[in-house]
């Protein structure tokens, strides 16, 4: 089984600073996802990376996929409030990639 | 374009008692995957369903089975009920055409948050 570790798992910062999540594996992956849980609710996915060396851009967030494809991170500029939330990153396993495997999850809290 | 639903949202049981879970995905998705979400484990594959079969099973005992029907809608069993059974029983559907754009990208339900007692 292909694992993925996260770090760190909690994080609480002030409204305006930078952070940055990182999810590491040993194994490669065709593609890794990042979800955003809230309380209550299930992840919602925030984007899929699929090139090694890839960035992409949401708005305040930077996702990276690492060259040889066992890693990732994300990167939040300016954090708000509405930040808040459990990130998760996955990545497909299985015969045909039909399951994800998720990392343990980054609690991050945002204080105003 | 409504979400993926999950009912009932919140259950509680016995230990021994046997509870049925719902699924109904996204309208056009054909695959419906099940998680179990804890705060020891996180989330872990429990299995996939793709036009009424079982794709893919994780590592989870026999109690914990599953079925999808022809509109795929699914539904997921756990027999026998244990304490560490409490949990938030996750639906996650997406549209299962192997090597299409998003192919592995899920959209999950709010869940189901079973507490055993």
């Known amino acids: 089984t292909q694992l993925l570790e996260q770090s760190p798992q909690f994080l609480s910062i002030q409204e305006g600073e930078n952070l940055t999540v990182y999810c590491n594996s040993s194994s490669v992956f065709s593609s890794l996802q990042w979800y955003r849980q809230e309380p209550g609710e299930g992840p919602v996915l925030l984007v899929t990376v699929v090139t090694g060396g890839e960035v992409k851009k949401l708005k305040r967030l930077t996702f990276q996929f690492g060259d040889a494809r066992k890693d990732s991170s994300l990167h939040i500029t300016a954090a708000q409030p509405g930040d808040t939330g459990l990130y998760l990153c996955a990545g497909p396993e299985g015969w045909g990639a039909q399951k994800l495997v998720f990392g343990q999850g980054t609690r991050l809290t945002i204080n105003p | 374009k409504a979400g993926v639903t999950q009912t009932p949202r919140y259950l509680i049981k016995t230990r021994g008692q046997q509870v049925t879970l719902s699924c109904s995905p996204i309208s056009g998705h054909r695959s419906v995957s099940w998680y179990q979400q804890t705060p020891g484990q996180g989330l872990q594959f429990l299995f996939e369903?793709?036009?009424?079969?079982?794709?893919n099973k994780g590592n989870f005992p026999g109690r914990f089975s599953g079925r999808q029907f022809s509109n795929s809608r699914s539904e997921m069993n756990v027999s026998t009920l244990e304490l560490g059974d409490s949990a938030l029983y996750l639906c996650?559907?997406?549209?299962?055409?192997?090597?299409?754009?998003?192919?592995?990208?899920?959209?999950f339900g709010p869940g189901t948050r079973l507490t055993v007692l």
């Open positions: 996650a559907s997406r549209r299962g055409l192997a090597g299409g754009p998003g192919y592995n990208e899920q959209f």
């Open positions: 369903y793709f036009s009424e079969t079982q794709r």
